[in-house]
């Protein structure tokens, strides 16, 4: 069983759906103990850092993060839910004023990419090392990204990059954890096999 | 590793159908919206657009339904714009499965209303659609609503460099001069707002021959709309993707099967 958790952010169905594909059962759900216990948890996330990680905080959704890593449970997070695994999200916002906390798993933070205009929208190929698991037979593929923000420094065992005015971090695997800052959810069949190979290391 | 330019059919649906002498020879049912974006989806489309012009509350619902059966089968971004007067009409075509959604009027009668949707769902939802027409303003461009019938004396330009500060995060950029007309994109209009939009610019209304599409990149465009050409099966979405790749602009190849 797929949870993905719901802390309020974003259109869910199209990621329930797109997990759906792979013939596993998925649930969108904020309830601790089906979040822990499933055999892969997605966390999901679009609009801003701070309202992202305020929702996650309010529905203990770092706790389930860290509860899972602990026990070496697959978990992957999407877009913002990639960002909020960083030490620091740089993107201002009224509440938190220039900078927010983030679940801090990764060291770094998320700064505003240099380019004349943004956000990042559409297709843009990606990148990825050697030997990654989730790009297995999508290796010079383009992925659908919406976002102004990203992670620039390497972390994990694998990353994956690609380059909108600057190089960034486009996906990245780290044992149980696992990140896209694209959403595959929405970048067509293949985003759809990324997933399946999410899927297959459940 | 490039940005790709992306082509974006856009379907007008009225109570359930896409609208005019839609001629999809090869398909069970001709002018059916879910069928024409998974046909549109397979043919490689980056991004679909349904843009409901329907008037009645019945109409509404048939678009939501739509919406729900659409993002069911299409795993590519899904944007719905017409009708769209408050947050919580954004929040239920985001519930029912869009990605974004395009305002055009009702963001003239109410500015505001583009920083409360961009507050709540984030900007990136948000896509500011903006029907232009020559006129005797700044820019020589102005906007007008009711599908270009009426006139509003707001300067294009003024409108679009307004709304990037109150947070929308992409331009639809409609010329009500070109729609239809199969002549080509407005190039000047898409010149005069490029240096404005500090967000992606998406051009609408005039696509005819294949160099029309490369021209309004050329413009400054980042994404192309069209929907007669389409529709009527002039161009193929492959052919388009093909000519501008020929033309050294990077587009997304069709998938992996």
């Given at each position: 069983?797929?949870?993905?958790?719901?802390?309020?952010?974003?259109?869910?169905?199209?990621?329930?759906?797109?997990?759906?594909?792979?013939?596993?059962?998925?649930?969108?759900?904020?309830?601790?103990?089906?979040?822990?216990?499933?055999?892969?948890?997605?966390?999901?996330?679009?609009?801003?850092?701070?309202?992202?990680?305020?929702?996650?905080?309010?529905?203990?959704?770092?706790?389930?993060?860290?509860?899972?890593?602990?026990?070496?449970?697959?978990?992957?997070?999407?877009?913002?839910?990639?960002?909020?695994?960083?030490?620091?999200?740089?993107?201002?916002?009224?509440?938190?004023?220039?900078?927010?906390?983030?679940?801090?798993?990764?060291?770094?933070?998320?700064?505003?990419?240099?380019?004349?205009?943004?956000?990042?929208?559409?297709?843009?190929?990606?990148?990825?090392?050697?030997?990654?698991?989730?790009?297995?037979?999508?290796?010079?593929?383009?992925?659908?990204?919406?976002?102004?923000?990203?992670?620039?420094?390497?972390?994990?065992?694998?990353?994956?990059?690609?380059?909108?005015?600057?190089?960034?971090?486009?996906?990245?695997?780290?044992?149980?954890?696992?990140?896209?800052?694209?959403?595959?959810?929405?970048?067509?069949?293949?985003?759809?096999?990324?997933?399946?190979?999410?899927?297959?290391?459940? | 590793?490039?940005?790709?330019?992306?082509?974006?059919?856009?379907?007008?649906?009225?109570?359930?159908?896409?609208?005019?002498?839609?001629?999809?020879?090869?398909?069970?049912?001709?002018?059916?919206?879910?069928?024409?974006?998974?046909?549109?989806?397979?043919?490689?489309?980056?991004?679909?657009?349904?843009?409901?012009?329907?008037?009645?509350?019945?109409?509404?619902?048939?678009?939501?339904?739509?919406?729900?059966?659409?993002?069911?089968?299409?795993?590519?971004?899904?944007?719905?714009?017409?009708?769209?007067?408050?947050?919580?009409?954004?929040?239920?075509?985001?519930?029912?499965?869009?990605?974004?959604?395009?305002?055009?009027?009702?963001?003239?009668?109410?500015?505001?209303?583009?920083?409360?949707?961009?507050?709540?769902?984030?900007?990136?939802?948000?896509?500011?659609?903006?029907?232009?027409?020559?006129?005797?303003?700044?820019?020589?461009?102005?906007?007008?609503?009711?599908?270009?019938?009426?006139?509003?004396?707001?300067?294009?330009?003024?409108?679009?460099?307004?709304?990037?500060?109150?947070?929308?995060?992409?331009?639809?950029?409609n010329s009500m001069d070109a729609d239809?007309?199969?002549?080509?994109?407005d190039?000047?209009m898409?010149?005069?707002?490029?240096?404005?939009?500090?967000?992606?610019?998406?051009?609408?209304g005039g696509?005819?021959?294949?160099?029309?599409?490369?021209?309004?990149?050329?413009?400054?465009?980042?994404?192309?709309?069209?929907?007669?050409?389409?529709?009527?099966?002039?161009?193929?979405?492959?052919?388009?993707?093909?000519?501008?790749?020929?033309?050294?602009?990077?587009?997304?190849?069709?998938?992996?099967?």
């Amino acid at each position: 069983m797929i949870a993905i958790l719901d802390y309020g952010s974003g259109n869910l169905r199209s990621a329930q759906r797109a997990f759906a594909t792979t013939g596993e059962v998925v649930e969108v759900t904020s309830d601790l103990a089906v979040c822990l216990e499933a055999d892969g948890l997605v966390v999901p996330g679009v609009g801003a850092f701070q309202s992202c990680m305020s929702g996650l905080l309010a529905t203990h959704g770092d706790e389930i993060i860290r509860a899972r890593l602990a026990k070496d449970r697959p978990t992957l997070g999407i877009c913002i839910g990639m960002q909020i695994l960083f030490e620091t999200g740089l993107e201002p916002s009224r509440a938190s004023g220039g900078s927010t906390a983030g679940v801090g798993i990764w060291p770094g933070s998320i700064s505003k990419l240099t380019a004349p205009i943004l956000p990042h929208m559409g297709w843009n190929t990606v990148k990825p090392d050697e030997g990654s698991m989730l790009f297995r037979g999508i290796e010079d593929q383009s992925f659908y990204f919406v976002h102004s923000y990203a992670a620039t420094e390497s972390v994990g065992s694998f990353q994956a990059w690609t380059e909108y005015g600057q190089r960034f971090l486009a996906a990245v695997e780290d044992g149980a954890l696992c990140a896209t800052q694209f959403h595959p959810e929405k970048s067509g069949a293949v985003g759809l096999r990324l997933i399946k190979n999410w899927v297959a290391t459940l | 590793m490039t940005l790709s330019v992306r082509i974006i059919p856009c379907l007008d649906v009225t109570d359930g159908r896409v609208v005019k002498g839609i001629n999809f020879t090869n398909l069970v049912d001709a002018g059916d919206p879910v069928e024409m974006a998974a046909l549109y989806d397979l043919e490689g489309a980056d991004e679909l657009t349904f843009l409901d012009i329907s008037a009645s509350s019945s109409g509404r619902e048939t678009t939501l339904d739509i919406v729900r059966k659409t993002a069911e089968q299409v795993f590519i971004p899904l944007t719905v714009g017409g009708g769209i007067r408050s947050v919580g009409d954004v929040d239920q075509l985001l519930r029912a499965g869009a990605d974004k959604i395009s305002i055009n009027t009702a963001a003239i009668a109410r500015p505001e209303l583009i920083a409360e949707i961009a507050d709540k769902f984030g900007s990136q939802v948000l896509v500011l659609s903006v029907d232009a027409r020559q006129a005797n303003t700044d820019s020589g461009f102005e906007v007008t609503t009711h599908g270009g019938r009426e006139g509003t004396g707001i300067d294009a330009l003024h409108w679009v460099e307004k709304a990037c500060q109150l947070g929308v995060g992409e331009i639809l950029l409609n010329s009500m001069d070109a729609d239809g007309t199969r002549a080509g994109y407005d190039i000047g209009m898409i010149r005069a707002i490029r240096p404005v939009a500090s967000v992606p610019l998406i051009a609408s209304g005039g696509a005819g021959t294949l160099a029309d599409f490369a021209s309004a990149l050329d413009a400054g465009a980042d994404a192309l709309l069209a929907a007669s050409v389409f529709h009527f099966g002039i161009h193929r979405i492959g052919d388009v993707k093909g000519y501008l790749k020929g033309a050294g602009y990077s587009i997304r190849e069709a998938s992996i099967q």
